[in-house]
């Protein structure tokens, strides 16, 4: 079963915008972790948050929390078309992760 | 260093024959994951790894389905009687105990 949803299902924009992606999730995590997805096939790693911590960054990246709602937002600042992928949501709640079924970010030029 | 890899990378199969999927984790990562991932879905849990034993099997689909990871760092996802509905990207992920995990490139299995 899939806890995370991500929301928006598919979003665009243009290049030099912001992109803002939510994820809310149903049960208590270790932690949460974004990942991107180009092409269906790898995952890459963007940034994990604990479940004490409450807003991280990662140069283009700021990742919020709220376990009290149960959410995470992932803002992409100034956006490139390098950025166009799937974005997930992955909870940990001990061992495997839970991934959401990821919001498509489309970003024209 | 060198990250998750998986081979094959594609692999073709028909209805009714076995396959081997194998994947070779960072070095040093003493845990190992596998997912499968189906057309606009997010991965799926099925094993982890650590160290040798399966910890955790809850998600593997039913008895066709089996893993090994006899020496601790590469593993081997093993599918008898393939069916249509196991086409799909397997991913392999590592990683340093309860730290971020690294995926490999996923193999694509189609099984016609």
């Known amino acids: 079963s899939q806890q995370g949803e991500e929301d928006p299902q598919a979003l665009s924009i243009q290049e030099g915008e912001n992109a803002t992606m939510n994820c809310s999730y149903k049960?208590?995590?270790?932690?949460l972790q974004w990942y991107r997805q180009n092409s269906g096939r790898g995952l890459v790693h963007l940034i994990l948050?604990?479940?004490?911590?409450r807003e991280k960054h990662s140069g283009r990246l700021r990742v919020t929390l709220d376990t009290s709602k149960k959410s995470s937002s992932l803002l992409i600042t100034a956006s490139r078309a390098a950025d166009t992928a799937s974005y997930f949501c992955?909870?940990?709640?001990?061992?495997?992760?839970?991934f959401g079924k990821g919001t498509t970010l489309s970003v024209s030029s | 260093g060198a990250g998750v890899s998986q081979t094959p990378s594609n692999k073709v199969t028909e209805k009714g024959k076995y396959v081997e999927l194998r994947c070779d984790p960072i070095?040093?990562?003493?845990?190992l994951y596998w997912y499968r991932q189906s057309l606009g879905q997010g991965p799926e849990f099925l094993i982890y790894?650590?160290?040798?034993?399966?910890?955790?099997d809850s998600g593997l689909p039913n008895d066709r389905f089996f893993a090994v990871r006899p020496e601790g760092s590469v593993s081997t996802l093993k599918i008898q009687r393939t069916e249509r509905g196991d086409s799909a990207v397997y991913l392999c992920?590592?990683?340093?105990?309860?730290?971020?995990?690294?995926f490999g490139p996923g193999t694509r299995l189609t099984v016609l």
């Open positions: 992920a590592s990683s340093f105990g309860n730290n971020e995990q690294f």
């Open positions: 049960t208590s995590i270790n932690n």
């Open positions: 948050i604990r479940s004490n911590e």
């Open positions: 992955a909870t940990d709640v001990g061992t495997a992760l839970i």
């Open positions: 070095s040093g990562h003493t845990a």
């Open positions: 790894f650590q160290g040798t034993g399966a910890a955790d």
